[in-house]
């Protein structure tokens, strides 16, 4: 997604050298094509049965009627469709929009932009402070990072609840030391979902980051500081445009799984609010309802695509200002 | 040289202190957790002394020990794979002119990352029941090649950040130097891949050990991973077994990459 | 570099090819998680020499799913009653005949023509409970049997309530409360349930399991529970009680069934009957500590349970426990939509 901002620079290039050279050219580009995708294949052969192809079930899925006790009936129907968006009133059965599937929707996107934020926030002093350490010690420091992370995700957030909870670590310590009379209430908040999965999700922003940072030439940026006034400046103007790479592939990574975070709220949040993962393995599960599922997993989607190219075309725009 | 220039560009302020702070707060859950594995109590909030009852209750307990087991099998596999297939996927789309799908290789490879997992079960599900009644194979495969599909972003993300940074010249004089293409890439392209190849290598196989939901959907009779196993669990009581026995796969992976770097550092 | 290429490949392929064998001599149990009594199995695999593999599901949707998709290997699952018609419906179950196994004359006579499976063709009791309200009684010391502790709750525990995230539960505890019915269809109950649903939120503190944990360490001081489950909390926090609402409560019960297309009948069979023995069933009940179904049982239960208020339900409230219904696709969609506006 993100290849398309830097390709848009590489055009002129090619156009340039297939101006020259003609039929040869042409020939070892056809090549490079073919080696392209032969080298893409295995991974997209893979994906194509284990993930694509299947989706399109989904959206077969979504158009067709609701089973009696789950699954579907092979007969059309909109009714998924129209029930993520509109809600017939059980009551009275008026029209409206589906403002309970709306809220459930923003609430997603909101802590899913903050959790990239903190990560982010979090991430890039930290990946900037593994990769400016001597050579030998960086892959232990890497490796210190990724350890909490061998165990697995529900065991990290059941260890996390351990540490928030009203009578676990953060809470004693703090009663103990007398700064609180009463425990905070920090489990089955949105921060607590936050912490949950900036937590769960930093090393995907991390390591990424560092990957682009590891192979910065600190006596450029030095030599940059000269001309430039401060340190900030040299971060704005030069560190952050050379690991942009890096920086969106950790975004992308940190945003699109909190939008569709299970667990987290799940465990964490208490329950009392969904999110729209819980919303889909609702209509999945308790709720009987595969096309409505199929149809709001689609939606999800949907979502993700628009945020993605609407981050595509600012990248875009700014490769564009800088050339 | 000014008085000025002599300040070090990395240290950015207050970064080392955030980053200190990170580890702190990513360190304290996985340190609760050790602790209280050797809690004698059922409960974390109570510390009732010290006793071995956990592990020797996870010992003990065939199901939780398979499980784990099953869980560093299927992630090792899978993310060998996903690495390997990520590798030669970023070597094809990196660096090269764009050409025609190239934009739908890339919106192929990022997709498992914008289905929630809840979907991408049920859908593996019908596909792989319907695989499994006609060949009548019901093995790990089903699991390894799922998981493999969903790391391969993970893996092909950090690998194409890094090679897209890399010079071309060095790889180009390389080819005029060595014979062959293969050997000016294991000789040049490779090692300057690896450190985004060990990110994405490792991101492949944190993503595939907390997996929960695809896992859930697609094993097979006697296929608990240790995910799924607590999953089931959830809605009773998640007994502290699985704390032991978390920390005993920590420390032991732990002592594997230990290992592997001390022999690596002899060996350079 | 050859060999061991090869050697790598031959064992890939020999580890992927390891699939959970189909041989006679094994048997897989496909039951909830944390719920089978590794004793029990230990026996019931030394008596039998059978080789048992059990594999946990988390909830009966995801049950029923992978069972209808087939291909999955398993032969014995153990569904809540609820959704026993749905898997007869769907042709998904054996007609197995436990009522002319040979440890079939110790099952209770209540429990044989029930209206989720009569006479006991398909399935066997695992084990029933019911789903109520437990309180911690340092805080609120009034009349506990009542759903108005989570739909209405007192001020001591304003604030203190969990819910436990069951969708069925809840909505009939709720629908009964209004004077309706599980499933019910009647849009003035459900609108009066929805409302007291609504209403009583805001003064809830979760909707979260991990009861047994949570209500034992006192972090929680009230919530809707498994009748077992505070059984045990009860073991670790002697001021946990458990109150059996008067308005109406769930009862529910487990039951064990052959697949239809189970590989081991034979071994299926041998343990249906196994688990009917009154000294097994007491196994299953020492372990998940609910009531099973088989008379002569409690004589080889811990002590403990035989006297347990959870367990022995008290006769003047005994009558407001209703079995949920197998709800019709309307009734589904009712508490799916009222569960979406209660968590938004």
Known sequence: MQGQGDSAAAPARAITAREGKGALVSAARRREVRVSWLLSAPALLVLLCAASGPLLIVLVYSFLTAGDYGGIVWSFSGEGWFKVFLARDIFDDTVSIADAHLTIFWRSVRLSLLTTLICIALGFPTAWFIATRSRESRNIWLFLITIPFWTNLLIRTFAIMEVIRSEGIVNSVLLAAGVIRQPIQIMYTDFAILLGMAYVYLPLMVLPLYAAMERLDFRLIEAAYDLYASRRRVLRRIVVPLVRPGLIAGSILVFIPSLGAYVTPRVLGGGKNMMLGNLIELQFGQGRNWPLGAALSLTLLLIVMVALIFYVRIVQKEAASRE | ?268 | ?344
């Open chain 3, 1 to 344: 570099m050859k060999t061991g290429l090869m050697l790598t490949a031959t064992a890939i392929a020999a580890f992927l090819a390891a699939g959970p064998a189909a041989a006679a001599g094994k048997l897989n149990i496909f039951n909830w998680g944390n719920y089978t009594s590794p004793e029990l199995i230990e026996k019931f695999s030394k008596t039998y020499d059978v080789e048992v593999t059990v594999t946990d599901y988390d909830s009966n949707a995801t049950a029923l799913a992978k069972v209808k998709a087939g291909g999955h290997g398993f032969d014995i699952v153990v569904p809540s009653h609820s959704y026993i018609p749905i898997f007869v419906a769907e042709g998904l179950l054996m007609e197995s005949r436990p009522d002319q196994m040979e440890n079939f004359k110790h099952m209770d006579p209540q429990w044989v023509d029930v209206d989720w499976d009569p006479g006991r063709h398909y399935s066997v009791p695992w084990q029933w409970g019911s789903t109520g309200v437990a309180v911690n009684r340092e805080d609120y010391k009034g009349d506990i049997n009542t759903s108005k502790i989570f739909l209405d709750p007192p001020e001591e525990l304003v604030g203190k309530v969990n819910v436990v995230p069951e969708m069925a539960d809840v909505m009939a505890l709720a629908l009964m409360y209004v004077g309706g019915e599980s499933c019910s269809t009647d849009k003035d109950k459900l609108k009066a349930a929805r409302d007291a649903l609504m209403a009583a939120k805001p003064k809830w503190l979760s909707m979260d399991y991990g009861t047994t944990d949570k209500l034992g360490s006192g972090e929680w001081r009230a919530s809707v529970n498994w009748n077992g489950s505070t059984f045990r909390a009860r073991l670790a926090n002697p001021n946990v009680e458990y109150g059996y609402p008067q308005e109406g409560f769930p009862l529910w019960m487990d039951s064990a069934a052959i697949l239809k297309d189970a590989v081991n009948v034979e071994n299926a069979k041998l343990f249906l009957n196994f688990i009917m023995d009154p000294e097994n069933a007491a196994m299953i009940s020492a372990f998940a500590r609910y009531a099973n179904g088989i008379k002569g049982s409690e004589a080889f239960m811990p002590d403990d349970m035989k006297t347990a208020p959870e367990i022995n339900m008290p006769a003047e409230l005994a009558g407001a426990g209703k079995f949920n219904k197998t709800c019709s696709k309307e009734a589904q969609d009712y508490y799916t939509a009222i569960w979406t506006e209660l968590t938004k």
């Open chain 2, 1 to 268: 040289m000014s008085e000025r220039a002599s300040f070090d560009v990395r240290k950015m302020p207050g970064f080392v202190a955030i980053a200190i702070a990170t580890f702190l707060v990513l360190y304290a859950p996985i340190v609760t957790l050790v602790i209280y594995s050797f809690n004698s109590g059922m409960s974390v909030a109570m510390w009732e002394g010290f006793s071995w009852r956990w592990y020797q209750a996870a010992m003990q307990n065939q199901q939780i020990q398979d499980a784990a087991l099953r869980s560093v099998i299927v992630a090792t596999f899978a993310s060998v794979f996903a690495t390997v297939l990520a590798t030669m996927a970023a070597l094809g789309t990196t660096r090269v002119r764009p050409f025609r799908g190239q934009t739908a290789i890339y919106a192929l490879i990022n997709q498992p990352l914008m289905v929630p997992e809840i979907v991408t079960g049920v859908a593996l599900l019908i596909v792989f029941a319907t695989v499994k009644q006609a060949t009548g194979y019901s093995g790990l495969g089903y699991l390894v090649l799922a998981h493999t599909a969903f790391c391969i972003p993970f893996a092909y993300l950090p690998i194409r950040a890094r090679l897209e940074g890399l010079d071309r010249s060095l790889e180009t004089a390389a080819a005029d130097l060595y014979a062959t293409p293969w050997r000016a890439f294991r000789r040049v392209t490779l090692p300057l891949m690896m450190p985004g190849i060990v990110a994405g290598a490792m991101l492949a196989f944190v993503i595939s050990l907390d997996d929960v939901v695809i896992t859930e959907f697609v094993k097979s009779a006697g296929q608990d991973t240790l995910p799924t196993y607590m999953l089931g669990q959830l809605r009773r009581a998640v007994t502290p077994e699985i704390n032991a026995i978390s920390t005993v796969l920590l420390f032991i992976s732990v002592a594997i990459v230990s290992a592997f770097f001390v022999v690596n550092r002899k060996k350079a």
